[in-house]
């Protein structure tokens, strides 16, 4: 039987920040959105229960998809359901619109948060090699006022975030870029309802006019502590054709540069040859050969 | 300050559906199905006990130790909370079983035999408090030595040895000779409503246990031994249960033991309710098992001689290991004709826990080991699987290794062709022989494991046979003696009372259809008993699919002599006669004892004789797409033909078919348990992972009858046999598609990509091994 | 604590309980509606599947202060009547969806039907039609253990009116 630690919930930003803050004394507050990772944590099976919640599902500040400048902004709260629905994610994020199709099935899609994914930090969430292979920024708000992060700077170590205790996520900026491809890449334990062995988001553009790759990203999860992107094989790839060759290259400094585990779901061999698999295969994909 | 629901307003009620395609005549609604589909139906976690306590178990950390201490923290209220040790134990403690070897709880200075083992229970008011007492035990322990590898125990709980002809002699004229090992692992029944019991003292010193349950007369038994009850004050009363899969054979009985102590001493109701993560940890699993073939062919692949051995993990107490053993050996030949046959069959003790029934009961792990060693010795002789089945599958006048005749009831040739004729076999095999000549390999570039071949995707097809011997083994059914019950009351209603419980296959809509059948009544005219022991007479467990056929049989022949009396002292039919002659007469009850089934015998000391009265048969061809860069296997579609004897009702059969295979592929794919130091690392649904509805193939269902005359409605059992072919089906199409045998369940894809790239460290530890615990 | 107001089939309710209570607890103990069932505690078979605002949720991972002025419906309130405790409801008193599963044989043994039926309900209510993939990929999120999938998806497909799945 689960816990029931006590929770508020506030109504708006403010009330939000001085519940995270809590009262000289409290312990430590950890926020909930859709609840998919928390509510699982409260059965004390997974380590320990969150002592406080400070519930944001009231927070309509942190909801809504719509375009900035050259970025689409997602609030924090948005559900994977919304971003698989939405107009403007089908157009210029396709990668985060299909990562969004493989988590979970219908009931977690309708709850979990691009911000939860975000903030739980686990290495294998599904969002988050995308939002490294899109140069994604985390807006981050405070009574302090603003900031952001970069996503590749926002998964420090294992399930750490850059977030202040004080902090909450508000939106994820995802820059367009125009002319750049996009993959995703998921091998999970079955067809839904699953975590991943392997994830991967590649992205590039064709900077050049040749097709040689150009602003290449290739970003992985389940095979480091965190979400990682995999720079020598960036470097192999950046200013090249996605020829056999290139894909051969590529593929070996995957495998090369990748430390992945031994765990219950997969061996670390495996993460790294399907890696290194998947990757010559987008290649080989981009190349039509 | 909550409010009741009220209920909403009533709506138009919805026509009659129909549903098309079933031209078979209608079959009966299921009488159990509306509880279900409103949320009405009662499972042990709904039922509402006024004043009832929670309950916990202690249990082990460790996988083999002494038990030293249970220590309590002083600091905690401990008058709030009720305890049982071993010491509480009024009667045995012993869950009572085959061997009497398992306690229900280790005494304090005992020996720990597996992790999870229960060392303690605890009951209190409300959860808060329940969990607050566990955080304030400590386990004080001594580690032992413990024994993981079941080929390395030397503690045997069960062998057997069964022979006939001269293996060795054969061998030698033999055109080849074929090798192989086959392992399987655990495979958890995953039944989706966990274990639970609820517990109420009686006035006369007894306890009413009611729980989810699939053998109401086990868990008395066990009740009886372990608090010293007598027949009345131990009773057990089944409630809806959400799924058992022989999950819930014997373990009941340990939770069930739990319940009623922690009651007996708290003198008050207690509900013990297990959550996932500790069903998964603590209770029975399928014995993982390691299979050897050596068998001698000729070349046109005529089996000359079969030499094998059985190897399975029994965990660390006996359970039901001798049963499950004794089926595995007689089937692990599979269906076929072999002159000169060998099987050493033993059991051995591992610092595990207990593994016990689980559909199939053996069978599957050896009939995937045969069949898979069958098809490799097919593609070695360059014969299809299709037709070397056809030359080795038995036939009417064949005889089994135990030397039983077999006389009648055979259908192995029909369920191999229909099935293979409704998938398009031999079409799609040479389809894919030629998609893989067109793809020049197995998906990699030799030497190069980390590049991709130009496709993707590799189709590949698999066939498989598989016998099950119907009801109990050898003389089990004799044994059990079972009794079930018709009763016309005195107000004239007809009443079943029998033990087999209800857990999915419509035991509460065959058993009235047989009644009605046979009376001539309206199936609506036919109630059933609760499964309660105060009333109903035991039936046996409901296991073995012995329910249609054995105790289904006994209902008929019962109902046929409750329709004989009446007709013969009214001289009218029974529908007309039966309600005005009971009203004047009063009630009459027919209670009907097992009959052994004539012309069959079998001699439990040499193994020889007919080990079961009939046998079921079943086919399977599956389809897969293996991705060749990633070793992951979608298995498309199976056709399924099982010959059941006689379909009492085609959707429940079909049912039961559907559902076995669908475990079946589980078992051949994803469903694995890893461990460490004897524990089971997946123990959450997260990490043991069945198939959804999107890993789940088309299943097509072919019910063939060949009936068995020893029954009165033909029937022979239909739940167990989709179990024994569905995965060395689905490993025989990963070989067609990519020229690999996996040796190993279930062909993961970390197994599939080890054995296409070549890279043995791809694959994880063998199933069932315990890697040890990092330092 | 917190008084929290919303509406079960339709019905109105307020439950005085701890804000981080399972939505799931609440409906089981609160409010007695054990329609609904729990089969993991993690949102992982669906068994405690409801309809929350119209979408599917896992109950056991909702937390009640979340359910504040939400609608949820569950399996008690698809049937056109409540049954009666003591009688089970007679198939004329199922909804259409129910008597496809009972026609098709789409329960077996019963515990994951509830959430099942309410992943379908929410399909079919969103326009979703007799195609195969599409009643695969709604109900994908509950696990079956008895069935193989294939009566339920019949089941639903029957309800989506055309009979056969596509």
Known sequence: MPVEPPVVSPRDLAEAYAALSGEPGDPPA???????????????????????????????????????????????????????????????????????????????????????????????????????????????????????????????????????????????????????????????????????????????????????????????????????????????????????????????????????????????????????????????????? | MTSRIEPPAPLVVPPETVVPGRARGVPPVRREGPAKLTGAALYADDIVVPGAWYGATIRSTDAHARFVALDQDPAFDWSQVVLVTAADIPGDNIVSGIK???????????????????????????????????HAFHVRTRRLKPVFDPLVSTHEFASYTIGTGDVDAAMGAADLVLEGEYRVGHQEQLYIENNAMIAVPRDDGGVAVTGSLQCPYYVHSALKRGLGLDDRQAQVIQAETGGGFGGKEEYPSMIALHAALLSRKADRPVRMIYDRHEDIAATTKRHPAIVRHRTGVTADGRLLAQDIEVVMDGGAYCTLTPVVLSRGALHSGGPYRCPNVRIRARATRTNTPPNGAFRGFGAPQVEFAAETHLNRIAERLGISPLEIRRRNVYVLGDTTPTGQLLRESVAGEEVLERAAEAAEFEHL?????????????????????????????????????????????????????????????????????????????????????????????????????????AIVPDSGPTVASRTAMVVGGMVVSASRKLRARVEEATGGRFPDAYVPYARANGGVRVDERFEPYPNVSFDDETYRGDAYPAYGWAACVARVDVDLDTGEVHVRDVVAADDIGHVIHPVLAEGQVEGGTLQAIGYATIEEIKLRDGRYLNDRLATY????SLDAPRISTILVEAPFSGAPHGAKGVGELPMDVGAPAVVAAIADATGAWIHELPASPERVLAAIAAVPAIAPLPPGASEPAAR | MTAYRFTVNATPVEVDVPGMRRLLDVLREDLALTGTKEGCGEGECGACTVLLDGAPVDACLVPVCQVAGSAVRTVEGLAAESPALDAPPSPRELDPLQAAFLTAGGAQCGICTPGMLMAARAYLDAGGGPDEEAIREAIAGNLCRCTGYTKIIEAIALAAGSGRPA
């Not at chain 1, 890696?275 to 295969?281: G, K, N, T």
């Not at chain 2, 070897?101 to 605890?122: F, K, M, S």
């Open chain 1, 30 to 289: 950890r926020p909930i959105a859709g609840g998919t990772d928390l509510m699982v944590a409260l059965t004390g099976e997974l380590g320990e229960p969150p002592e406080r919640v400070v519930d944001l599902w009231g927070l309509d500040a942190l909801r809504g998809i719509s375009i900035d400048g050259g970025a689409v902004v997602l609030g924090a709260l948005t559900t994977y359901t919304e971003i698989r629905r939405s107009a403007l994610c089908r157009e210029h994020l396709p990668g985060l619109v299909e990562a969004a199709a493989t988590i979970g099935a219908a009931q977690i899609q309708n709850r979990g948060t691009i911000g939860g994914n975000a903030a739980n930090a686990s290495p294998a969430g599904d969002t988050l090699p995308v939002m490294l292979a899109l140069d994604a920024e985390f807006v981050l708000g405070s009574a302090r006022g603003e900031r952001t992060v970069a996503a590749n700077e926002f998964w420090p170590a294992y399930r750490r975030t850059a977030l202040e205790p004080d902090e909450l996520i508000l939106r994820v900026r995802v820059p367009f870029a125009p002319g750049r491809e996009v993959r995703f890449r998921k091998v999970g334990t079955r067809r839904a309802q699953s975590i991943s062995k392997v994830v991967m988001a590649l992205a590039w553009r064709d900077g050049t006019g040749d097709g040689a790759w150009t602003s290449v990203r290739l970003a992985l999860g389940s095979v480091a502590p965190t979400p990682i992107r995999a720079a020598a094989t960036e470097a192999v790839l950046e200013g090249r054709q996605p020829t056999p060759e290139t894909a051969d290259l590529a593929a070996e400094t995957l495998a090369g540069e990748l430390r992945p585990i031994d765990d219950v779901r997969s061996t670390a061999e495996y993460r790294r040859v399907v890696a290194a698999r998947v990757l010559h295969r987008l290649v080989r994909e981009a190349g039509g050969w």
């Open chain 2, 429 to 533: 095999r040479r389809r894919h022989e030629r998609e893989r000549a067109q793809r020049g390999g197995s998906g990699t570039v030799p030497g190069s494991p980390l590049r991709t071949e130009r496709t993707r995707l590799a189709r590949g097809v698999g066939l498989a046979l598989a016998w099950h011997g119907a009801g109990f083994t050898g003389s089990g059914e004799v044994k059990l003696a079972s009794v079930v019950s018709i009763e016309l009351t005195g107000e004239g209603r007809i009443r079943i009372l029998t033990a087999s419980t209800e857990m999915g296959q419509g035991t509460k809509t065959i058993f009235p259809q047989l009644a009605a059948e046979a009376l001539g009544v309206p199936v609506d005219a036919i109630e059933m008993a609760p499964q309660d022991t």
């Open chain 2, 100 to 134: 009497a070897d398992q306690p229900i709880l280790v005494p304090i200075g005992g020996e720990i035999q597996h992790h999870a083992e229960p060392l303690a229970l605890l009951a209190a008011r409300d959860r808060a408090t329940l969990r607050a007492a566990r």
């Open chain 2, 689 to 692: 992972i069945i198939p959804t």
